[in-house]
C-alpha cells in the first residue's frame, strides 16, 4: 500500500450566512467534497460546508452558486 499523499489541488470556502442552503453545489461537485451542516445559519437554511479536504478547484460550485460571494476557491498548483 502507498504511504504517498496527494497534495489538494484547491480550497473551498463557504461562507455560511450567505448560503441559503439550495444544495445546488453539493449536487454539482464532482469530488464530492461538499456537505449540509448541521446548523443553521442566521438566515435558518442549513449551509453548505466543505468537509476540508479533496477539493481540485476546478470551480463548479463557484460557477453553480446562485449568491453571489458564498463561495470562493482558490487553486492551489
Ligand atoms: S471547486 Fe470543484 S472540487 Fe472543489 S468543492 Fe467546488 S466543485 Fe468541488
Ligand atoms: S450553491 Fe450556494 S447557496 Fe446553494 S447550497 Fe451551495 S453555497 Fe449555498
Keep these: 500500500m502507498s504511504t504517498k499523499t496527494v497534495e489538494d489541488r484547491g480550497k473551498c470556502e463557504i461562507i455560511p450566512d ?9 449536487a454539482m461537485c464532482p469530488e464530492h ?4 451542516d448541521e446548523t443553521l445559519n442566521r438566515r435558518g437554511y442549513r449551509p453548505a460546508k466543505y468537509v476540508g479536504h479533496g477539493c481540485t478547484g476546478c470551480g463548479i460550485c463557484f460557477e453553480t452558486c446562485p449568491e453571489p460571494s458564498a463561495i470562493i476557491v482558490t487553486r492551489l498548483r
Excluded: F, H, T
Aim: glycine share 16%; aromatic share 0%.
Design 18 to 26: 450567505l448560503c441559503k442552503g439550495c444544495g445546488l453545489c453539493i
Design 33 to 36: 467534497v461538499i456537505i449540509r
